[in-house]
């Protein structure tokens, strides 16, 4: 929720300017007869980045590794969000007002519509970056949540800038941008991590069971990525409560209260910057111990079965009321531990308790979604069965009359897959 927040509040807050500038040009300049074209302009960036979001939001990305180069993508352009502002953030309002001026000198009309697309380009820009981050940012994090940080983000920009533009409310915008790119790169490494985590499983880029057990449990639980949030926006308050400290110093009377204030003041940065980061190296450490214990969870109980010949039963009367069952049976004197899957549409799939890339380290059942021991992986039981780095290996069985019959053989072709630990 607080990336979604950050994000269209950045993005919102430029879109202000843009508006704004104009607006307030044409106003100085006795040209306010061009504000409704300005209007229109911005009423159909808005339709047009509404109209993206929700075609967006109904594209389906199931595959994996389309998901890593979304979030590759979406990590890109908050880079060059961040890159774009602090390069044309001193010059933005002399750069506005020359290409209004040149719209301005034509016909009323001409000028008009001049004007309108200018700010139609200038807004659905930052709309289409905002709806490909946040997309992005709603594969990992739950969906509601983002919605609510977007509009709060967005409500929030919309008053920064009428306030800001009405004189009401004086917003040092530099320091402003410089705060919130600090917070805006720890979310693009959650994008571009969570990406290649992403294309990791789907097996796009190779990937040990070492580095999905580094990588995976942090990428999979939204909680620490919060908890670093808070953390970095913690530390840029602080930076600011201290730069506010030294405008009080160059406000002193005399020189000799200054060099005291100046000392003071050095003393108390120093104290309160090591504090802030003992604080935030504690806090930190403790969620990814929270984090990789949740992970590595014990492995859930496996019920033994004895195969008959070549062959191995699971009564249909062990998966009611239950979506995944663990058993274990042996092969060649090996106990190889499987699941089987009552899946949505009515059918049973049947797998190994190991993956192909994080081996048999297996699965434990949270609601009805398998997460990754290693990795902290979740898996859809809907898409057991399909092929992917994270997803348990599956092996062909049937039903016959009251059970789900296996032949020991498919088990054992099955092992040749798993990821050697």
């Known amino acids: 929720m607080f990336s979604a927040l950050i994000v269209a509040l950045r993005e919102g807050v430029e879109a202000a300017l843009v508006v704004g500038i104009v607006l307030v040009y044409l106003s100085r300049t006795n040209r306010r007869a061009l504000a409704r074209y300005v209007w229109v302009g911005l009423g159909a960036a808005v339709v047009t980045s509404f109209v993206a979001a929700v075609f967006l939001l109904r594209w389906q990305i199931s595959e994996d590794g389309f998901e890593g180069v979304l979030m590759l993508a979406a990590a890109a352009l908050v880079v060059s969000m961040i890159v774009w502002m602090n390069h044309v953030a001193r010059h933005l309002r002399k750069d506005i007002e020359q290409r209004i001026e040149r719209f301005a000198q034509k016909s009323e009309r001409l000028a008009g519509w001049g004007i309108g697309f200018f700010v139609f380009l200038m807004v659905v820009r930052e709309g289409a970056e905002l709806i490909l981050i946040l997309r992005a940012v709603d594969l990992s994090i739950s969906g509601l949540q983002v919605w609510m940080g977007t509009g709060i983000g967005i409500a929030l920009a919309v008053a920064i800038g009428i306030f800001f533009f009405q004189g009401t409310l004086k917003v040092p915008l530099g320091r402003f941008f410089a705060a919130t790119s600090t917070i805006l790169i720890v979310v693009a490494a959650q994008l571009a991590i969570t990406g290649l985590h992403e294309m990791s499983e789907a097996l796009w880029l190779p990937s040990s069971a070492r580095e999905m057990a580094i990588i995976g449990p942090i990428v999979s639980n939204e909680d620490f990525f919060f908890v670093v949030i808070l953390a970095v926006t913690a530390i840029v308050v602080l930076r600011e409560w ?73 009564p249909l009367s062990d998966m009611s009321g239950n979506v995944v069952r663990f058993y274990s049976v042996d092969v060649q004197q090996a106990s190889i531990r499987f699941l089987v899957i009552r899946k949505p549409n009515g059918g049973y799939a049947t797998a190994l308790d190991a993956c192909q890339i994080c081996g048999p380290i297996g699965f434990r059942v949270q609601g009805s979604t398998l997460i990754c ?30 059970n789900i019959v296996i032949n020991l053989s498919a088990i054992s072709g099955a092992t040749s897959q798993i990821a050697k630990q």
């Open 242 to 314: 201290l730069a506010l400290r030294r405008t009080a110093i160059q406000t002193a009377e005399n020189p000799a209260e200054k060099r005291l204030l100046r000392h003071e003041h050095r003393r108390r940065s120093i104290w309160a910057a090591a504090t802030a980061f003992l604080c935030m190296v504690v806090i930190l450490s403790f969620t990814a111990e929270f984090v990789y214990t949740r992970a590595s969870a014990a492995p859930p109980a496996a019920e033994q079965l004895t195969a008959a010949g070549n062959i191995v039963r699971v």
């Open 373 to 402: 021991r290693n990795c902290g992986a979740p898996i859809n039981t809907a898409e057991v069965g399909l092929p992917g780095g994270c997803n348990p290996i599956a092996f062909p069985s049937r039903v016959v009359g009251s």
